[in-house]
């Protein structure tokens, strides 16, 4: 029912830049609350955490301390789709990056809170 799609993760060297998208059909983005949506990101042997987050109509993001002043989170409702620019990547930044929505509390970074995911893509990042 759910459809959430991510793409643009690769490979790059420390200090570059990735653009991730996270594309949505009409229904999943209106049905799932347009607005109010997540990345999260889980690397090898470690939990998913919280990367950013996005609630339009509070005017509202929010991002993991580790990340503040590197990621910019966006979304296009014209196209449905949720974006995350990287930059200044780094080494620690490598792991799979999930699009989340159908949040139970908007602007949440906590993993528990979302009930729909997409597939990942993966951000690997070299010294």
């Known amino acids: 029912q759910v459809q959430l799609v991510e793409s643009g993760g690769g490979s790059v060297q420390a200090g570059g830049s990735l653009g991730l998208s996270c594309a949505a059909s009409e229904y999943t983005y209106s049905r799932y609350l347009r607005g109010c949506m997540g990345w999260f990101r889980q690397a090898p042997g470690k939990e998913r955490e919280g990367v950013a987050s996005?609630?339009?109509?509070?005017?509202?993001?929010d991002y993991h301390d580790s990340v503040k002043g590197r990621f910019t989170i966006s979304l296009d409702n014209a196209k449905n789709t949720l974006y995350l620019q990287m930059n200044s990547l780094q080494p620690e930044d490598t792991a799979m990056y999930y699009c989340?929505?159908?949040?139970?509390?908007?602007?949440?970074?906590?993993?528990?809170?979302?009930?729909?995911w997409g597939q990942g893509t993966q951000v690997t990042v070299s010294s």
């Open positions: 996005i609630y339009t109509r509070a005017g509202r993001t």
């Open positions: 989340a929505a159908d949040a139970l509390l908007c602007g949440s970074l906590r993993v528990n809170d979302y009930n729909s």
